[in-house]
Antibody
Framework: QVQLVESGGGLVKPGGSLRLSCSVS????????MSWIRQAPGKGLEWVSQ????????DYADSVRGRFAISRDNARNSLNLQMNSLRPEDTGVYYC?????????????????WGQGTPVTVSS | QPVLTQSSSASASLGSSVKLTCTLT???????IAWHQQQPGEAPRYLMK???????ITETGVPDRFSGSGSGADRYLTISNVQSEDEADYYC??????????FGGGTKLIVL
């Protein structure tokens, strides 16, 4: 079955860095766009970054552009998020998510699988 | 980019039915949306996609008590025979060529 397992979260001081990883299994990783989505404590869901299926096109929310970098290794079935210059407002749970491919007459797009999340706390 | 509006909360009695609404901004009334459920302390879970014609496709394993529909800019998630485990936050999401994904604010469903 589809599995997405995040790691790398933790406590970091403002201005610090963290690297999140997501190991996937149960599907053909190289077929799918992938994203990171975060959730601040007690708040809703916020898209952070996306990569296409080859890693050749990436996109970022305005709030993280220039500080975060998404990457993927299709040979190792892994997705990464390098987070630099972290701020307290980056605190939250970070989810690795898969985006759907076209199937059954439905076009590609939208999140169809979630990891369990990894917590990030930015605090002095 | 699409903007999605959801009521902040809803309630339903055990065994009853409840219909949650997600409204798309004008210009996006034909967009497909997805519904996700987040039970307390858990990661979100993808439930289904719903299109502007009211067709929906559920994820494998989602109970058939959950169904989707749509009318104009509104997309609905209906839960029949509500169970205690359905108490959760429900988020709708949309996307387009320029926006990988955007979420509504979520509806907290309380089961009475």
């Amino acid at each position: 079955q589809v599995q997405l397992v995040e790691s790398g979260g933790g406590l970091v001081k403002p201005g610090g860095s963290l690297r999140l990883s997501c190991s996937v299994s149960g599907f053909t990783f190289s077929d799918h766009f992938m994203s990171w989505i975060r959730q601040a404590p007690g708040k809703g869901l916020e898209w952070v970054s996306q990569t296409d299926n080859r890693g050749s096109h990436t996109d970022y929310a305005d709030s993280v552009r220039g500080r975060f970098a998404i990457s993927r290794d299709n040979a190792r079935n892994s997705l990464n998020l390098q987070m630099n210059s972290l701020r307290p407002e980056d605190t939250g749970v970070y989810y690795c998510v898969r985006e759907s491919i076209s199937a059954g007459g439905w076009p590609a797009g939208g999140v169809d699988s979630w990891g369990q999340g990894t917590p990030v706390t930015v605090s002095s | 980019q699409p903007v999605l509006t959801q009521s902040s909360s809803a309630s339903a009695s055990l065994g009853s039915s409840v219909k949650l609404t997600c409204t798309l901004t004008s210009g996006h009334s034909r967009d497909i949306i997805a519904w996700h459920q987040q039970q307390p302390g858990e990661a979100p879970r993808y439930l289904m996609k719903v299109d502007d014609l009211g067709r929906y496709i559920t994820e494998t394993g989602v109970p058939d008590r959950f169904s989707g529909s749509g009318s104009g800019a509104d997309r609905y998630l209906t839960i029949s025979n509500v169970q205690s485990e359905d108490e959760a936050d429900y988020y709708c999401a949309a996307w387009d060529r320029n926006t990988p994904v955007v979420f509504g604010g979520g509806t907290k469903l309380i089961v009475l």
